[in-house]
Structures are given as C-alpha cells and as structure tokens.
C-alpha cells in the first residue's frame, strides 16, 4: 500500500512521509527516473511540473501485476508552507 493512502491523489505529511514515498517508489520502480521540467514559485507556494517514467517491478499497491511495461507519468506537485532554497 502507498504510504499517502488509498485515495488519489494522496497527500503527504512532511520530510518522514515524503521520505516514505520516495521509498515506496524506489520499491515499486527500481529503474525511476524524475526529470523536473519546470518550478513556478509565488509567495509561500511552489509548483513542480515533472515527468516521471520507470519499469513496474513491484505490486504497485496489489493493483497492478509486476512486471509491468515502463511507465510515463506527467504530474504537478504544489508545496505551500515554508520553502527554502538550497545551493
């Protein structure tokens, strides 16, 4: 199971919980690759737009049966709160 939940689109909680994900991810895509294709920040609100793609070699939640072909997924993640840039 994802750790966001079992609902679309899921949220997640802070740095342990996207830790989690991106672990949760790892499991189910060995091969994942995240390319961001643009970052639109305005105030305490960022967005990311991003193509993700990666073979299925886990049990994507039970849903979906591994080995699964790649996948490509386009999506745009907003982060509102307190954003900090690093070098």
């Known amino acids: ?3 966001f ?4 689109p899921g ?3 802070g740095p342990s919980a996207a830790r989690e994900t991106a672990q949760w991810l790892r499991a ?3 091969d994942l690759r995240m390319e961001i294709q643009s970052i639109v920040a305005d105030g ?3 967005a990311v737009r991003m193509l993700s793609e990666g073979t299925n070699l ?4 039970g849903v979906v049966k591994a080995p699964g072909p790649p996948a490509f ?4 993640q907003r982060v509102r709160g307190a954003v ?3 070098a």
């Open 1 to 3: 199971m994802a750790p």
């Open 5 to 8: 939940g079992t609902t679309a």
């Open 11 to 13: 949220t997640v909680h």
């Open 28 to 30: 189910q895509f060995p």
């Open 44 to 46: 305490d609100m960022v």
């Open 58 to 61: 886990g049990k994507l939640g």
């Open 73 to 76: 997924v386009r999506a745009t």
């Open 84 to 86: 900090r840039a690093q």
